[in-house]
């Protein structure tokens, strides 16, 4: 039975299957991570604002704070609800951690990254949300299946 777990989430209801099939199946001692990782603004956000015109190109900056901090505040709702439901499990809270990271690179790279830092399982959703309001594919959960080495994975359907 796996004593250090990772559990790569957002806001997405299969991540929260994933967080409830570890909160009922592993035990309440287990060590636990509920790992996020937020795309950085849209693709809005993205463009050169030289090629903006009007009024997008005048409040640009003011929209793409604001769409990050929509995704901020939707990630770190689903964070507090799978702790929730870690915790109604019996859980302690000293065998829970939350990590909250900005995409550096590619999402499935960083839970393997995040991977090697001593967990025995990475569990995630099977899907997740669209790219426009999330940050999980159906690609994602496949690449860490792949790609993780010396780590189980859990794809929760």
Known sequence: MPSNVLVAMDESES????VAFVAKTFASDCR?????????????????TAALHGYLAAH??????Q??????????????????????????????????????????????EESRNGYDLIALGRRGLSPVKGFFLGSVSQKVLSSAKDVSVLIVN
């Open 15 to 18: 991540s929260m299957k994933a």
């Open 32 to 48: 636990v991570t509920l790992l996020s990782i937020m795309r950085p603004v849209d693709l809005v956000c993205e463009m050169d």
């Open 60 to 65: 640009h900056p003011e929209y793409c704070r």
């Open 67 to 112: 769409v990050d901090a929509r995704k901020e505040a939707a990630l770190k709702s689903a964070q507090r609800a799978a702790r929730q439901l870690l915790t109604d499990a019996g859980f302690g809270d000293e065998n829970i951690t939350v990590v909250y990271k900005t995409m550096r690179a590619d999402v499935a790279l960083e839970i393997i």
